[in-house]
């Protein structure tokens, strides 16, 4: 409680915000979009309502200025805080400089969203795009391959996306690899398989069991499972 008193234009901020994800919930973008900002009046240092300004103006009213700018104020806000917000706020911003030409600038936002959050595959696959663009396709291929491996579905959509057109024949070669790479754990998996399943079956042998012997000795038995 006494946090609360002493700290009421938070409070009121967090209330506008809430009421602003509940419209927006339920398709008000426009009431979202005013709670919102007057939450960021009363907070202006809550990174979360500026990505969520930012993604409305960027999705919902097709404004890529000022959803830029609010994704620049999460990416200062959120830096000191949350290396995965900052990231998420980057990845944003490297689309909306990817589509207004900045393909450079795009790049080393996602560079650095990889050096904050390596675990992040779109930030592997977005910097694989942008890479290929600037025709640096030796970069883009390991960029890919590091977010296919992350995630499997990268494969379908690198597949039909235009921006891999300069390099298509380098990530066909790279499926390939992949490809093998996976045949080659199935084969490797599967001769330890039979190697197991003939070492089984020469044991049953050697001590005269069947599997569809119904006298089976519990002796015997306990031996085929140890083994």
């Known amino acids: ?15 506008l915000r809430n009421r602003a994800e509940e419209a ?3 398709g008000w973008i426009d009431d ?3 709670d919102y900002l007057e939450s960021e009046k009363k907070n202006r240092y809550d990174f979360s309502i500026h990505i969520s300004i ?33 990231s998420y706020a980057l990845l944003h911003k490297a689309l909306i400089l990817r589509d207004t030409g900045k393909i450079e ?6 560079s650095e969203a990889i050096n904050l959050t390596p675990y992040l595959s779109q930030a592997f696959y977005q910097n694989a795009q942008y890479n290929s663009l600037l025709n640096k396709p030796q970069k883009a291929i390991e960029m890919l391959k590091r ?21 298509r024949d380098e990530i066909i070669i790279l499926f390939k690899q992949l490809r093998q790479h996976e045949a080659d754990i199935v084969n490797n998996k ?14 049953i042998l050697n001590n005269n069991l069947s599997y569809t012997s119904s006298d089976r ?10 083994h």
Request: aromatic fraction near 14%; charge should be negative; proline fraction near 3%.
């Open 32 to 34: 979202a979009l005013e």
């Open 24 to 26: 927006y919930t339920n």
């Open 54 to 86: 930012g993604l409305i103006y960027l999705f919902q009213k097709i404004d890529k200025e000022k959803s830029l700018s609010y994704f620049e104020k999460a990416i200062k806000y959120a830096k000191p805080k949350s290396k995965y917000y900052t």
């Open 105 to 110: 600038e795009a790049e080393e936002c996602t």
């Open 1 to 15: 409680i006494l946090e609360i008193l002493s700290a009421p234009l938070d409070t009121q901020a967090k209330e």
């Open 190 to 203: 599967f001769t330890v398989f039979l190697s197991k399943y003939k070492e089984h079956e020469k044991f």
């Open 147 to 167: 977010a296919i491996k992350s995630d499997i579905n990268y494969c379908e959509k690198c597949y039909v996306e235009k921006d891999f057109e300069p390099i």
């Open 217 to 226: 000795s519990e002796e015997h038995t306990s031996e085929l499972q140890s």
